[in-house]
Nanobody, 118 residues
Framework: QVQLVESGGGLVQAGGSLRLSCAAS????????MGWYRQAPGKQRELVAR???????NYADSVKGRFTISRDNAKNTVYLQMNSLKPEDTAVYYC????????????WGQGTQVTVSS
């Protein structure tokens, strides 16, 4: 069983930066992409950023130009660099590994809280 462990969340002032990390317990095979999702209180979980196995990336419109997703395959780790943070970025951020076989459940981390104060 693969475990995804997020770290790097915390409290930051508006305009500040944080870098989230998602470390997999081992190399994950048969994965389409790795991604970061977030869920704010009372809202649905939404995709923030995604990076495919081929290295292509896509971002939610609300974070384009501010967030950058990257990965280090040697460390089985995916990162989310978040700059120019806004109070509306406050949420629990979850790491996701999207499995190629869509009949199987994706892997999810336990989440890390990001709070941006105004």
């Amino acid at each position: 069983q693969v475990q995804l462990v997020e770290s790097g969340g915390g409290l930051v002032q508006a305009g500040g930066s944080l870098r989230l990390s998602c470390a997999a317990s081992r190399r994950i095979f048969s994965i389409n992409a790795m991604g970061w999702y977030r869920q704010a209180p009372g809202k649905q979980r939404e995709l923030v950023a995604r990076i495919t196995s081929g290295g292509s990336t896509n971002y939610a419109d609300s974070v384009k130009g501010r967030f950058t997703i990257s990965r280090d395959n040697a460390k089985n780790t995916v990162y989310l660099q978040m700059n120019s943070l806004k109070p509306e970025d406050t949420a629990v951020y979850y790491c996701n590994a999207e499995r190629t076989d869509r009949r199987m459940q994706d892997y999810w981390g336990q989440g890390t809280q990001v709070t941006v104060s105004s």
